[in-house]
């Protein structure tokens, strides 16, 4: 079995996981959400697994001569939605808080039915400038922040679903309760949301200055203001400005909900956007 199968089974296996926490969101039904949790467990252990023998495939081709599967959109969306299901796993490890699941596993199955349906899967020989070990560090480093705003960006949607909610019954236009009622506590969702940022901006910071050094290796120089790192550092200001508001101002609640997902837009525009819309360096990412 190839690892193109292999993905196969996962997106499948995070379709699957997706329906069954939307269904435990109607159902309340505590096997509802187990089964949904074993399914999202078992495409990370394929996915993993479909990585590793990615990786192997690589040295398989002519001219690849072996190399981690992170060098092109294919394989940099397929490891962004592991990434996603990995900092799930953590936060359901130590929270449990099934409902977070209909609201992230959401990104972790488009990732992979965009990778599957629409890109390229073609193993081919690496330009220069991709043949660097910097290249390993930089895409682990920087979607592992990615993967934390994400999980961010889905409990910042519930939380203002959360408190909008509590704001009808409070007024007794709307019946307190219902979906809502399987979601965690508002505070409780604005402190997930401030924990993963809190995950997410160190690994940018890391991302952006290790991609810093992997410039200079291949181009000489450390910066160069191309679209890919200008709007890395955008993306890391709007971050950097989320905490320190919620540092020196208190900033919680509404404001920190709306500015996270701002923040995930802007992640996605720098990871995506970028690499399809604007010509540059990063434009063999594509």
């Given amino acids: 079995m190839s690892s193109g ?18 269904g435990f969101l109607a159902t309340r039904s505590v096997v509802v959400a187990k089964l949904g949790n074993l399914c999202a467990y078992i495409g990370f252990v394929v996915q993993t697994f479909a990585i590793g023998l990615r990786w192997y495939e690589t040295y398989q081709v002519p001219g690849a001569n ?3 599967p992170m060098s092109n959109l294919y394989e940099s969306v397929v490891f962004f939605s592991w990434t996603i299901l990995l900092i799930y796993i953590m936060i359901d490890l130590k929270y449990k808080y099934r409902a977070v699941g209909a609201f992230v596993l959401p990104f972790a199955f488009l990732a992979m ?3 599957q349906l629409g890109l390229n899967d073609a193993i081919a020989p690496l330009v220069p400038a991709l043949q660097s ?11 592992l922040g990615y993967a934390a705003f994400a999980v961010a960006c889905g409990v910042s949607i519930m939380y203002l679903i959360k408190v909008r909610k509590q704001k009808n019954a409070g007024d007794g236009s709307s019946p307190a309760g219902g979906i809502v009622g399987l979601f965690p506590s508002a505070k ?4 997930l949301n401030y924990k993963a940022i809190m995950i997410g901006f160190p690994l940018l910071s890391l991302g952006i200055i290790t991609g810093a050094a992997w410039a200079n290796y291949a181009w000489g120089t450390y910066w160069s203001w191309d679209p890919k790192e200008t709007w890395s550092l955008i993306v890391w200001f709007i971050y950097a400005a989320f905490l320190h508001a919620r540092i020196t101002r208190g900033w919680a609640g509404r404001r920190a909900a709306f500015l996270s997902i701002i923040g995930f837009a802007a992640t996605i525009f720098c990871y995506l956007g970028v690499n399809l819309l604007l010509a540059g360096l990063h434009s063999y990412g594509s």
Avoid at 5 to 22: C, E, K
Avoid at 133 to 141: A, F, S
């Fill in 113 to 115: 039915a965009w990778a």
């Fill in 133 to 143: 070990n910097w290249l390993t560090y930089h895409v682990i480093t920087c979607f």
């Fill in 66 to 68: 072996g190399y981690a």
């Fill in 188 to 191: 409780i969702l604005d402190d």
């Fill in 5 to 22: 199968q292999l993905f196969n089974v996962v997106t499948f296996g995070y379709f699957a996981a997706m329906v069954l926490f939307i």
